[in-house]
Structures are given as C-alpha cells and as structure tokens.
Nanobody, 115 residues
Framework: QVQLVESGGGLVQPGGSLRLSCAAS????????MNWYRQAPGKERELVAV???????SYADSVKGRFTISRDNAKNTMYLQMNTLKPEDTAVYYC?????????WGQGTQVTVSS
C-alpha cells in the first residue's frame, strides 16, 4: 500500500516562502489526481491545489498566483511551493491521493506564518 508523508512545514514570516513535499512510499505514476489540503484551527479542511497525472493544475482562489503545485513521478514526490505567505495561510497542510479504491492521506505538516 502506498503511504504519503509530508515535510517542509515550519514557522515563516509574512511574505516568506516554504516548499512542502509529499513523499510516497510507492510509485505515483499510476495516481492521476494528487491534492494538497489545509486545515486551520477551528475551520474545515479545504482543498488548496490539485495536479493530475498529465500535469494539469488548479488552485483555490485564495492561493492562486502565490502557490505552485508540482510532481516528480521519478521521485514519487509531490510539492507545494508557497510564496508571499500570509498569516491566513497558517494551517496544517495535508497531501491526498485517491488510489486503488482508497483515499490516501499523509499525517500533515504545520505551517505557521507569523512575525
């Protein structure tokens, strides 16, 4: 079974950047949709970005133009480059992938944007 592990979170000042990684324990070549979600304290989990197997991407309006999702199938890894971070981006970020009838989730990585 493929497992997902996020990394790259941390504390950053407003306007700063972080790059999150989602490493899969197996091949992601056959996984079509891969997603980044986030959940802020007291809020519902929200979809941030999506990437398909062909590389097509889509973003939530709140991050469009600031975040970039990508994937490297050779490294079995998905990324989320986050630029111009704002305090409202503070959340736990999760990677997600529907795969072989299961909805795979990582354990999450905390991103805190604060001065």
């Amino acid at each position: 079974q493929v497992q997902l592990v996020e990394s790259g979170g941390g504390l950053v000042q407003p306007g700063g950047s972080l790059r999150l990684s989602c490493a899969a324990s197996g091949s992601i070549f056959s996984i079509n949709f891969m997603n980044w979600y986030r959940q802020a304290p007291g809020k519902e989990r929200e979809l941030v970005a999506v990437i398909t197997g062909s590389g097509a991407t889509s973003y939530a309006d709140s991050v469009k133009g600031r975040f970039t999702i990508s994937r490297d199938n050779a490294k079995n890894t998905m990324y989320l480059q986050m630029n111009t971070l704002k305090p409202e981006d503070t959340a736990v970020y999760y990677c997600n992938a529907p795969h072989e009838g299961r909805n795979l989730w990582g354990q999450g990585t905390q991103v805190t944007v604060s001065s």
